[in-house]
């Protein structure tokens, strides 16, 4: 039997998401969540049936599982604020893996993350909480990704990469082996990082240099 499954979020994000779900064939779409004014649309034929003031209501009536299906890029405020309030009512949010992507079984995962197709993650990988490992990046062996982090199409982690809880990777981004990136940290899409990378920095370039603090 199938399990009931809400999407926090209607957006682009959303669309991925659904897709995936509908490939793995383990989960009944419910219906979205997202803002009042969205209520009554629908992505692919999977209706907005509500507002996170619903979620309470939604996970009595026996829903249990749910998935945050907003998107962030360099901001991912919206995506914690949700998970706070949908973990706080008990739901129960799965990892959500491509049959496309190539996942090692020496890699550890937490809650939430979304494995995009394409993907590559080697062994000693360590994807913590509600990571975005999007289409085509490569995380290779021993990386650590920190709580909803963002890894954009096309990124590549060489060995031992840190990536720090809230950060996002641009697109085509490559980080050399070892390097550390912190916490609240954006990198600008293009870059090469080769030198360690400080929190709330907004960073770009080859290689790679502070541009401005990311408050």
Partial sequence: MKQKILLLGSGGH?????????????????????????????????PVIGTDIDLSRLFRSGIKYCFIAVGSIGDPSVRVKLFKKA?????????LISPEAV????????AGNYIAPGVIINAGARI??????????????????????HLSPGAVLSGGVSVGNYSHIG???????????????????GSVVTKNVGSHIVAWGNPCKKRKDNE
């Fill in 14 to 46: 959303c669309r991925v998401i659904i897709d995936l779900l509908l490939q793995l064939r383990k989960y009944e779409i419910a219906g979205l969540i997202d803002l009042k004014k969205r209520k009554g649309s629908e992505i692919f034929g999977f």
């Fill in 103 to 110: 996942v090692s079984r020496l890699a550890s995962f937490g």
């Fill in 171 to 189: 697109s085509g981004t490559v980080v050399i082996q070892n390097v550390k990136i912190g916490n609240h940290t954006v990198i600008g899409a």
């Fill in 128 to 149: 913590r909480q509600h990571c975005i490992i999007n289409t085509g990046a490569i995380v290779e062996h021993d990386c650590q990704i920190g709580d909803f982090a």
């Fill in 87 to 95: 973990s706080e009512l008990g739901y129960i949010f799965p990892n």
